[in-house]
T-cell receptor, first 109, second 112 residues
Framework: GENVEQHPSTLSVQEGDSAVIKCTYS??????FPWYKQELGKRPQLIID?????GEKKDQRIAVTLNKTAKHFSLHITETQPEDSAVYFC????????FGKGTRLHILP | NAGVMQNPRHLVRRRGQEARLRCSPM?????VYWYRQLPEEGLKFMVY????????ESGMPKERFSAEFPKEGPSILRIQQVVRGDSAAYFC??????????FGPGTRLTVL
């Protein structure tokens, strides 16, 4: 079945440094790749998404890249801040999206 | 435009009882998805519905679980004869067409 692998499961970075989270997916029919941020006890919130007709998208400190040939995509957060600490989920699909298991990001002071 | 609404936010049931979770999508959204999240884990797809139709229920357990999205009213996720392993957060999400999904606040089910 469809599968999305996400790495690393935990990531600690110094405040101000960059964080990178990587995902791979198995379903070549996937056309939509969103990233969600979930703070403790709260709902997942969409932070950025990319569709398969583009290779890269940027929104202020957040950027996503997509390599459809290799079936992987990644999230880059630059100049990290304490409020970036959360769990981040990648997902891939079309009508139905499959989520990765999440990356717990810790921003160290 | 109110966001996705879910109720109740917290639900406690004893083993063997029924749990009914409700989800009202955002106005204008005709696609509803249900997910289950165990503590410290990811979001597991359960079911995808449109009005009066189940589009994909490949993530639903074969027994005890059912979902509906009637022409009028909220989407309902129903769990019969709950067991302790059903304890989790259940999130619904809605979208206007396909792709971008907006999540509700979740229902936290505790089975005693």
């Amino acid at each position: 079945g469809e599968n999305v692998e996400q790495h690393p499961s935990t990531l600690s970075v110094q405040e101000g440094d960059s964080a990178v989270i990587k995902c791979t997916y198995s379903d070549s029919a996937s056309n939509y790749f969103p990233w969600y941020k979930q703070e403790l006890g709260k709902r997942p919130q969409l932070i950025i998404d990319i569709r398969s007709n583009v290779g890269e998208k940027k929104d202020q400190r957040i950027a996503v890249t997509l390599n459809k040939t290799a079936k992987h995509f990644s999230l880059h957060i630059t100049e990290t801040q304490p409020e970036d600490s959360a769990v981040y989920f990648c997902a891939a699909g079309d009508d139905k999206i499959i989520f990765g298991k999440g990356t717990r990001l810790h921003i160290l002071p | 435009n109110a966001g996705v609404m879910q109720n109740p936010r917290h639900l406690v049931r004893r083993r063997g009882q029924e749990a009914r979770l409700r989800c009202s999508p955002m106005k204008g959204h005709s696609h509803v998805y249900w997910y289950r999240q165990l503590p410290e884990e990811g979001l597991k797809f359960m079911v995808y519905l449109q009005k009066e139709n189940i589009i994909d229920e490949s993530g639903m357990p074969k027994e005890r679980f059912s979902a509906e999205f009637p022409k009028e009213g909220p989407s309902i996720l129903r769990i019969q004869q709950v067991v302790r392993g059903d304890s989790a957060a259940y999130f619904c999400a809605s979208s206007p067409l396909r792709d971008e999904q907006f999540f509700g606040p979740g229902t936290r089910l505790t089975v005693l």
